[in-house]
């Protein structure tokens, strides 16, 4: 499955290039495809859709909207640990959520001068939902609670048919949750391009989250400009951080509960001991033979895995900030110490009892995160994501006589004589 790699300065650095290709550029026949079914959807709107979705889902819907008794029903007939778990974690996500919102503020000072910020929920969102085997009930949650409490003032969640022309019930329960204003059936990337420009029947929207496969990132990504989207996302990673007082079960669950998501996924061990390092691996040997994922995980991990040992944690914390991974779990014996020791990762995972799926369904940060070395610079989901900031002065005419010199000044360094021209002509 895998093999031990000793950390010498040369061999885990040629490993961990393996990550770092998984993020090549886009295929060109995607992008093509994807900007042509763009430019149908914006041309001929409800009529590409209908197109696109026998081509592609062998099936259109009787109705493109999904009439709210449904989606209520969905709600009611669910299974009711499924519904509990849901509203526990819905409860959990929006405490933790709540914490980030930010206020508008106002500054009146003494010589008359007013200024000011305005923070405002964005005026329409757009969530993609994949269907179909793919369907994430967390991720109508982690995507439409910071949303809410940042004060958006209309969520519509596009998702594809399933054979029957229906949506996913789980979806849909997800979505009553969490408050969906208006569902729509409709996937791929004709469906991001239609919350894009708007159909007959799908509203335009300023902003597109949510997860998707190839040809939805790329229209989310061709899109961006004509409205906002969270981020472009890589396949899914874990790295975890290890001690000699690791246990090699947790470890190798843990580093399989990011493979089975995808061929392309990457799960990384970074350990000071090579004991450690060659249980894990019999470990996820062991514990692969029950899990229905078997082929994927196993592919996963021999194309993009590693298991490396370090000289000590000075050298694992160093790799781990250059790798700067989605998902990071420490497991050494005193993990609380080290929280400020990782500077890039999208979501840090402390200790034995913390393992990654806790912040993928329950715990309440979001499991939207950077992915493919991108936690450098990019953030996870938030509420500031969903809302829009914008500034305002009032000056009195003593103040602006005041700064007026230093204002003319500048412009006329700049060559802006229009400029300095609407402060003089005041005065």
């Known amino acids: 499955m895998l093999s031990v790699i000793r950390a010498d300065g040369t061999a885990e650095r040629q490993a961990l290039r393996l990550l770092r290709s998984r993020s090549g550029e886009v295929d060109r026949e995607v992008t093509a495809v994807v900007t042509q079914i763009i430019e149908t959807v914006r041309q001929k709107g409800d009529a590409a859709l209908k197109q696109y979705a026998q081509q592609f889902d062998g099936v259109v819907p009787a109705q493109m909207e999904v009439p709210k008794e449904e989606i209520q029903k ?15 974690a819905q409860e959990n996500i929006a405490a933790f959520h709540a914490r980030q919102k930010q206020q508008s503020f106002l500054d009146a000072q003494p010589n008359g001068v007013i200024l000011g910020q305005r923070v ?41 048919p399933d054979k029957n022309g229906k949506a996913n019930p789980d979806i849909l329960a997800a979505a009553a949750i969490a408050g969906i204003d208006r569902v729509f059936l409709a996937g791929g990337a004709q469906a991001v391009a239609a919350l894009a420009y708007g159909t007959e029947t799908i509203p335009p929207v300023d902003k597109i989250v949510g997860p998707g496969n190839i040809y939805v990132a790329t229209a989310k990504k ?21 001690d000699e007082t690791a246990d090699p079960v947790y470890l190798a669950a843990d580093l399989m509960s990011q493979a089975e998501h995808d061929r392309l996924a990457s799960a990384i061990l970074l350990c000071t001991s090579e004991p450690i390092a060659q249980k894990t691996i019999e470990e996820m040997e062991r514990q692969s033979l029950a899990l229905s994922r078997r082929e994927i995980i196993l592919d996963s991990l021999e194309n993009f895995g590693a298991v490396i040992v370090c000289q000590d944690l000075e050298q694992m914390v160093e790799l781990a900030n250059e790798i700067a991974p989605e998902h990071l779990e420490v497991m050494i014996q005193n993990p609380l110490e080290m929280v400020g020791r990782f500077e890039n990762a999208g979501s840090v995972f402390l200790g034995r009892f913390s393992p990654e799926p806790l912040g993928d369904y329950f715990a309440g940060p979001n499991h939207v995160l950077p992915t493919s070395g991108t936690a450098r610079f990019f953030s996870p989901l938030s509420v500031d994501s969903f809302v829009k900031r914008s500034s305002f002065i009032y000056y009195t005419e003593e103040a602006l006589r005041a700064a007026a010199k230093d204002i003319v000044t500048i412009a006329e360094r700049e060559g802006l004589t229009a400029h300095a021209n609407a402060i003089t002509v005041r005065f």
């Open 120 to 160: 405002r929920g964005l005026r329409r969102v757009g969530l993609y939902v994949p269907g179909g085997t793919a369907a994430y009930p967390s991720s109508v949650l982690m995507n439409a609670v910071p949303a809410r409490i940042a004060g958006v003032g209309e969520l519509i969640m596009v998702t594809p």
């Open 222 to 242: 061709l899109l961006y400009g004509q409205v906002d989207i969270d981020m472009i996302a890589g396949p899914s990673e874990i790295l975890v951080v290890a």
């Open 74 to 88: 969905a709600l009611s007939t669910a299974d009711k640990d499924f519904i509990g778990a849901l509203r526990r």
